[in-house]
Every structure is written in C-alpha cells, then in structure tokens.
C-alpha cells in the first residue's frame, strides 16, 4: 500500500493542525493505521494508532487529550487532527501501516509514508 501524508506546516503554540494520510493500492480497511514523528536528533516515536474500523484508538501519554486520530474508510484516508499543539510537537509526522485489525504496542509496520514537517513556534 502507499501512502501520503500532508497537511503539515508552519503554527504557533497553542494552535491546530489536521495531517491527513491517503492510501491506495490495497484494501484500506485491511489495515490499522498509526502515526509517528521524528524530532531532529531523535528516535523516531510513536504518537497514536487507529483500528481497521476506527472504533479503537491509541495514543501516546505525551499527546493524549490533545491529538485526534480518525479514519475514512470510503476515502482510503487516516487522520491526526493535533490541537493544542506545543514546540515539543516540532518534527517531521509519518503515517503507517499494518496488516491487522488492531495496533498493539509491539506491532511492526509494514508500510511507511514520506513524513511532511511539522514546526510549533513559541
């Protein structure tokens, strides 16, 4: 499957985003769908997971209460609607894929996206 994130920018603290993540070339609803991000100089971490039919999610402590995660099904697209967004958020957000119904902790991806940059000024 291929996938491709966008909707990154430029914000101020305090302010919002919406990332979405286009599929295509397989089953979307095959899928559960995560989201990570990548700070320069750091590990890459994981900020939030979806299930196949969007009825579980799963979220980071770091951005629970403030992050989003929803899926459309019918348009093969994933969600992170981030709010309350702090300079700590600064860094490049990847969308993924696996091939279950559910995230689990020790899940591995099968499929990645090309990032789109996120900055949070102060």
């Known amino acids: 499957v291929q996938l491709q994130a966008s909707g990154g920018g430029l914000v101020q603290a305090g302010g919002s985003l919406r990332l979405s993540c286009a599929a295509s070339?397989?089953?979307?609803?095959?899928?559960?769908m995560g989201w990570f991000r990548q700070a320069p100089g750091k590990e890459r971490e994981f900020v939030g997971a979806?299930?196949?039919?969007?009825?579980?999610?799963y979220y980071a402590d770091s951005v629970k209460g403030r992050f989003t995660i929803s899926r459309d099904n019918a348009k093969n697209t994933v969600y992170l609607q981030m709010n309350s967004l702090k300079p700590e958020d600064t860094a490049v957000y990847y969308c993924?894929?696996?091939?279950?119904?559910?995230?689990?902790?020790?899940?591995?991806?099968?499929?990645w996206g090309k990032g789109t940059q996120v900055t949070v000024s102060s």
């Open positions: 070339g397989r089953t979307f609803s095959n899928y559960a």
């Open positions: 993924a894929a696996v091939l279950a119904r559910y995230w689990y902790t020790d899940s591995v991806m099968d499929y």
């Open positions: 979806i299930s196949w039919s969007g009825g579980s999610t």
